[in-house]
Structure formats: structure tokens, C-alpha cells
């Protein structure tokens, strides 16, 4: 192979993806969980752009400009949902979040 | 086997993104977390240099690792939070199950990506001279590196979308008003500065 192509970037997607997901599920601060849902979606923009690229057409990179939007309005909503979790309950890890327990 | 520059460049940054991921969710001091993510978004947006797509590599070094990530480090150093201790990492029956799931959602993933990924590559040539028929029929906007596209595709086809991204930016910015506004009868001191502070978040996107 002399060049890299569309595949390529899909696998660093993918890994991209991959980590943002265990990020998700294996820990337990909150702050964190928060950062790894943001590389997960810098993964979906980057296959995105990929195939954007690779078929010529601008819709995949219009795409990824919302995603971005949604991203950063994401972000600080979580964020302010978690100062006021923490004002409450004087912590970020999961485990301490069992208002709903039972 | 020689490798050519944008070849070389690619593997490097794809290295960084990847690698600066995986320090993301490593490390015990959030601090660090922060600072590892900051290095994978420029990662990615070294990437979206070499897909040609320069207006989301100057857009995702400003939004992200510009705005949100100060955000984080601000909301980290205001709740002051240490690094995680370790004696809540003994395996119960919950976190072995979790890192099941998450272990067998990888795999399907990397075997999907495996899979699919020769059907993606036989469909056009190669990414860096897409002839005419590989072009997608019916899209009104052809791929090109300038800024001047995006506004035509943004302001034609997606006009209706980009009103819904301005609203829900707005949406966002008075909820986050309205839930770090101080409550009547509660005396805490600290909250009026990260409310100003978090309300003046949303707006540099909207320009």
C-alpha cells in the first residue's frame, strides 16, 4: 500500500471510538465519563471527514459542524449539572450518585 | 518500503490522538486527564489538515481544545477534586461486568470496522484523486478545501439546521443559567462566580 486511504482514518476512528467507550463504562469520575463521550464524538467527526473526503461531497463536513455544536452545548449543560451534583453531595464519582437507588 | 511525508504525517498524528485517548481514561489526576485530552484534539485536528478540511482543524482547536477543555479545568479546579483514589478499584461483581460489556462492544466494533472497511475502499479509487464518478449524484455541494463552500452549504442546504443549532445553543445557555442560579435562602458565596462564568460559555460558538 503506498498511500493511506479512506480505511485508514476509519481505524483510528475506530480506536478513537474504542477508548472514548471504555472511558464511559470503566470509570468513575464524572468529569472523566464526560471527557471520554467528547472522544467519542471527535471519532464519529473523524470518520466523518473521512468519508466526506473520500466521496467528494461537503455533507459529511456540514455534519460534523453541528456535531460540534451539540458537542459544546452538551458539555456545559453536563458540567453545571455536575456543579450542582457536587454542591449536593460533595463528590464527582459515580458511585455516590444513588438518589435513585432502590 | 518507503514511506512518503503525508504517509509519515499521518501515522504520527493518528499515534498522538490515539495515544493522548488512551492517556485520557489512564490517569488518576483529572488535571493530567484534561491536558492528555487537549493533545488529542490537536491530534484530530492535525488529522482534518490532512483530509484537507482546514476550516474544522482551525474550528476544533478553537472550540474544543480553546473552550471546552478551559471550561474543564476550570469546573476541575473549582471542585478541587484529588486524584481518584485507588481502594475503590477493587473488582466487584458490577466493574467485572462492565468491563465485559465494554471489552465484548470493542470487539464488535473492531470486527465490524474489519469487516466493512474493504467495501468503503473498493467504492472509490483512492482519497487523494477522486474522479468525477466517484462523486455522489444529487449532492449540491461538491467537497472543496475552501471556507467559502462551507457557508454556501451551511446557509442553502442547511438552513433549517443551522437555526436549530443557533436555538439550541441559546436552550443550553439559559439552562445552564437556571441551574447554577443561586436558590432564595441558600448563602453560599461561591456561586455567583461560576455562574457568570459558565453562562459565557456558549456564546463564542454562535459567532
Do not use: C
Not at chain 1, 468529569?31 to 464519529?44: D, F, G
Not at chain 2, 436555538?167 to 458565596?189: P, W, Y
Amino acid at each position: 500500500m503506498d498511500t493511506i486511504g479512506v480505511q485508514d482514518f476509519l481505524v483510528v476512528a475506530v480506536l478513537l471510538f474504542s477508548v472514548g467507550f471504555l472511558g464511559v463504562v470503566l470509570r468513575r469520575n464524572l468529569l472523566l465519563v464526560l471527557m471520554s463521550l467528547e472522544l467519542m464524538l471527535n471519532a464519529i467527526n473523524v470518520a466523518l471527514v473521512a468519508f466526506s473526503r473520500h466521496s467528494a461531497n461537503m455533507d459529511g463536513s456540514l455534519f460534523v459542524f453541528f456535531i460540534m455544536t451539540v458537542a459544546a452545548a452538551e458539555v456545559t449543560v453536563g458540567l453545571a449539572l455536575l456543579v450542582a451534583l457536587y454542591k449536593k453531595r460533595q463528590s464527582v464519582f459515580s458511585e455516590h450518585m444513588t438518589l435513585l437507588k432502590n | 518500503m518507503n514511506l512518503s511525508l503525508v504517509d509519515f504525517l499521518f501515522y504520527v498524528f493518528a499515534t498522538i490522538s490515539v495515544g493522548g485517548g488512551l492517556a485520557v481514561i489512564l490517569s488518576r489526576n483529572p488535571v493530567t486527564a484534561a491536558m492528555f485530552m487537549i493533545l488529542s484534539l490537536v491530534g484530530v485536528a492535525s488529522l482534518f489538515v490532512l483530509l484537507e478540511a482546514f476550516f474544522l482543524a482551525v474550528l476544533q482547536v478553537l472550540v474544543y481544545a480553546g473552550a471546552v477543555m478551559v471550561l474543564f479545568l476550570f469546573i476541575i479546579m473549582l471542585m478541587d477534586v484529588g486524584p481518584e483514589s485507588g481502594k475503590g478499584t477493587a473488582l466487584s461483581k458490577k466493574r467485572l461486568l462492565s468491563g465485559f460489556v465494554a471489552v465484548l462492544g470493542v470487539g464488535f466494533l473492531t470486527v465490524l470496522t474489519l469487516e466493512y472497511s474493504g467495501v468503503a475502499a473498493d467504492s472509490g479509487a483512492n482519497w487523494q484523486d477522486v474522479s468525477e464518478e466517484t462523486r455522489v449524484e444529487g449532492a449540491n455541494v461538491v467537497f472543496s478545501k475552501s471556507v467559502k463552500s462551507f457557508g454556501y452549504g451551511l446557509f442553502t442546504k442547511y438552513m433549517l439546521p443551522l437555526q436549530v443549532a443557533g436555538f439550541l445553543l441559546l436552550a443550553a445557555m439559559v439552562g445552564v443559567i437556571v441551574l447554577s442560579k443561586k436558590k432564595k435562602g441558600e448563602s453560599n458565596d461561591e456561586d455567583t462566580e461560576d455562574s457568570s462564568l459558565e453562562s459565557s460559555v456558549p456564546q463564542p460558538e454562535e459567532a
